[in-house]
């Protein structure tokens, strides 16, 4: 059985800091391309970042988090991070972590993940 269990997601004042983690089972995990996803009640699902399956040589970002974020994997602890640093009020949202076989032809589009955690929710203060 997939499994994605995310963590790390809290409430942090502007301009702190928080890692989220996604913890994956059930499947070959350097096969498949993590992304990084996040909704806010009343608004569309964002593609964040991704990092690509094997090695993780190819990564994404949102322009919204170009900078401040990072995305890393290791494939040892079957686990991708998403560091996010400088955060803003605009950032709350609950975080979702997907998985997609091999590449995708979009990291920003949910439908070509078929796997997907069940978020955690981070809430940045002003």
């Known amino acids: 059985e997939v499994q994605l269990v995310e963590s790390g997601g809290g409430l942090v004042q502007a301009g702190g800091s928080l890692r989220l983690s996604c913890a994956a089972s059930?499947?070959?995990?350097?096969?498949?391309?993590i992304g990084w996803f996040r909704q806010d009640p009343g608004k569309e699902r964002e593609g964040v970042s991704c990092?690509?399956?094997?090695?993780?040589?190819?990564?994404y970002y949102a322009n919204s988090v170009k900078g401040r974020f990072t995305i890393s994997r290791d494939n040892v602890r079957n686990t991708v991070y998403l560091q996010m640093n400088s955060l803003k009020p605009e950032d709350t949202a609950v975080y979702y972590c997907?998985?997609?076989?091999?590449?995708?032809?979009?990291?920003?589009?949910?439908?070509?993940?078929?796997?997907w955690g069940q978020g955690t929710q981070v809430t940045v203060s002003s």
């Open positions: 990092i690509s399956s094997s090695d993780g040589d190819s990564t």
């Open positions: 059930g499947f070959r995990f350097d096969d498949y391309t």
């Open positions: 997907a998985a997609a076989l091999d590449r995708p032809p979009s990291c920003s589009v949910a439908p070509y993940f078929g796997d």
